[in-house]
């Protein structure tokens, strides 16, 4: 079993930036691939970002490329979510996913098998 606990979210104005963590337990943090999902109010969720278990392949939705960036320390069993230049369409519960299949990583939230509690992260304008 693997438990996921996000932080790092805040108040923050447009232009700003936030960086999110999301810690994980066990020892075998490495053989996850992990994402990053953001579920406005009254909206689906939405993938944002995905990494592999090495951190050598990332997946950024076409909304957030160029702003955000996904990274993990597998020693830390932390990964990550920088984000620069915030917009107000940005503002979301921000949830971070580990699955343990096989491929590099995953876009769809149904191909997850472990969840956070999320983060709120808030940008005014």
């Known amino acids: 079993q693997v438990q996921l606990l996000e932080s790092g979210g805040g108040l923050v104005q447009a232009g700003g930036s936030l960086r999110l963590s999301c810690a994980a337990s066990?020892?075998?943090?490495?053989?996850?691939?992990m994402g990053w999902f953001r579920q406005a109010p009254g909206k689906a969720r939405e993938i944002v970002a995905a990494?592999?278990?090495?951190?050598?392949?990332?997946y950024y939705a076409d909304s957030v490329k160029g702003r955000f960036t996904i990274s993990r320390d597998n020693a830390k069993n932390t990964v990550y979510l920088q984000i620069d230049s915030l917009k107000p369409e940005d503002t979301a519960v921000y949830y971070c996913?580990?699955?343990?299949?096989?491929?590099?990583?995953?876009?769809?939230?149904?191909?997850?098998?472990?969840w956070g509690q999320g983060t709120q992260a808030t940008v005014s304008s």
């Open positions: 990494i592999s278990w090495g951190g050598a392949r990332t």
């Open positions: 066990g020892r075998t943090f490495s053989s996850y691939s």
């Open positions: 996913a580990a699955a343990e299949g096989s491929s590099s990583y995953y876009i769809w939230a149904d191909s997850y098998d472990y």
